[in-house]
């Protein structure tokens, strides 16, 4: 027989081969993949939390947890990570197995972060969205003693005295930070920026007229507000929020389009099989819309907002790039 008729049927033979082992290996992995969503979960599930013990994401997310366990008849375990504005304990859920047996508790950081950092993982491409747990509105306050009573005072106060007068956050690139460089942009004003480790030692300088204003999450506000040791000028949602419908929005204040929010969720390592998202988006939107879950979240200003999977990865994209658009055009650093 010819040589080169050989060596093409030797060719053609190998592709054969080469093909019939792929193919075999694409129905084993399909088939294994099928087998483990029909079976998930059938061990403890670990919800990795980028946050210290005890603080808002924290408490929240271990309140989901106790109703996913319940709901999966598998314990849903808190394991906290903190460290690296949040990156340490992404990253490593970045590179865990795409099963469904670790996941991620995410909030505002997760769509800022790629704006500031220099990450080891992509927030679009190495997570899958599962679900949104809560939307946390942000707030601009005074203390008592202050002379501003309204958003308009306050623009009026900062145009007088550009730069002078300052505000506390929970930190630079935090999501307050951000609302608060949005609204010196949508204002033509400038302050005083006044970072702090956590929003409890700003709250305390507020009250105690070191700082002018603090622009801070609903929750931890919601009593000193109740009680009258500081004074709230208007939320930064676009509709007045359940838990305190007296403060009025910035946006109807005078500042028309103003919106930032923050946000609580829930991912996956891509790749996590689509059955195995949607039946853990399913429990988590369960677990929310309990009454008992529900006086919880609104005791704390939080507002509920169910989405999709799909519907959380819009939302997601959509903030990288509204942040990703403030941070380059504020010229914020990270610390």
């Known amino acids: 027989m010819n040589s080169k008729l050989i060596d093409k049927i030797s060719r053609l033979q190998c592709a054969t081969l080469i093909g019939a082992f792929a193919l075999s290996t694409f129905f084993a992995t399909t088939t294994y993949a099928q087998s483990n969503s029909a079976s998930f979960p059938n ?116 145009k007088k005295r550009p730069g002078q007068l300052s505000y506390a956050t929970y930190g630079t690139g935090s999501p307050v930070h951000l609302a608060a460089e949005l609204f010196q942009l949508m204002t033509d004003t400038k302050l005083l920026h006044v970072p702090y480790k956590g929003s409890a030692p700003g709250l305390t300088d507020l009250m105690g007229g070191q700082v002018d204003l603090a622009f801070g999450s609903i929750e931890p506000s919601l009593q000193l507000m109740r009680t009258q040791k500081i004074r709230p000028l208007a939320v930064t949602t676009t509709q007045r929020i359940s838990a305190a419908p007296e403060i009025p929005t910035v946006a109807e204040s005078g500042v028309p389009g103003f919106e930032t929010i923050g946000w609580n969720g829930i991912v996956a390592p891509a790749h996590t099989p689509k059955t195995i998202v949607d039946r853990l988006n399913a429990v988590i939107n369960q677990v929310i819309q309990e009454p008992a879950m529900m006086a919880k979240l609104s005791a704390q200003g939080v507002e509920l907002d169910i989405k999709t999977p799909e519907a959380l990865t819009v939302m997601i994209e959509t903030e990288i790039n509204k942040w990703d658009a403030l941070v380059k055009k504020a010229d914020i650093k990270a610390d």
């Not at 990450?119 to 005074?142: G, H, M, N, Q």
């Open 43 to 158: 061990r403890p599930i670990k919800l990795v939390v980028p946050y210290p013990p005890g603080g808002g994401a924290d408490t929240l997310a271990r309140l989901v947890a106790t109703g996913m366990s319940s709901k999966l008849a598998q314990p849903v375990v808190i394991e906290n990570k903190p460290g690296g504005n949040t990156a340490i304990a992404t990253e490593y859920v970045a590179n865990q197995a795409p099963d469904g047996y670790t996941l991620l508790y995410v909030a505002s950081a997760f769509t800022i972060n790629p704006s500031l950092y220099k990450l080891r993982y992509s927030t679009t491409k190495d997570f899958a969205p599962v679900a949104l747990i809560a939307l946390i509105p942000f707030v601009i306050e005074t203390n008592t003693q202050s002379p501003i009573r309204s958003v308009q005072d306050l623009i009026a106060e900062a």
